[in-house]
């Protein structure tokens, strides 16, 4: 049997966030009713500037990057496991404001970021912000798993 596939459009993501929205993205939901500008003050401060005229790297946007965090709260995910849900899911990065060609965080850059945060001791105050402004719109969050499957090449034992 010949798959037969159909040649790409430009308006083939737009189409399927489409289609996930006629489904109920829930993420979609949360980035509307968030004020999520209201958490930056207090990102901001805790987080140093980097120079890029002397040879920093540039950060990513860090309320993008809390933003992360949160995803990787509560659907349970390591560092390693939401760089590869950032990559692989068209909800995750629009939730994040990415589109396709954006560059995503590596595992070590949420790590650093996330440290950043504890040892200022403004992350458990964000979490705890970000919660209250939820419950305030009367909802609550379970949280979730995304499983992952792992594939590894198993010995052939030859007796």
Do not use: H
Not at 21 to 47: A, V
Not at 113 to 130: A, C, I, K, N, T
Request: proline share 3%; with cysteine; net charge neutral.
């Amino acid at each position: 049997m010949q798959i037969i596939k159909k040649a790409k459009s430009m308006f083939d993501e737009d189409n399927k966030l489409y289609q996930i929205d006629k489904l109920g993205d829930p993420l979609t939901r949360l980035n509307r009713q968030i004020k999520w500008e209201s958490f930056r003050e207090k990102i901001e401060r805790c987080y140093p500037d980097t120079e890029p005229s002397k040879g920093d790297r540039p950060n990513f946007d860090r309320l993008m990057m809390f933003k992360i965090l949160i995803l990787q709260r509560y659907y349970d995910l390591s560092d390693d496991s939401i760089e590869y849900q950032i990559n692989d899911r068209l909800t995750f990065m629009r939730f994040l404001g990415l589109g396709l060609g954006d560059k995503v965080p590596d595992a070590k850059t949420i790590w650093l970021f996330r440290e950043q945060m504890l040892r200022s001791g403004v992350l458990d105050e964000l979490f705890v912000l970000f919660t209250e402004s939820f419950q305030r719109m009367g909802l609550t969050i379970n949280k979730g798993l995304i499983m992952d499957a792992s594939i590894t090449e198993a010995r052939i034992q030859r007796n």
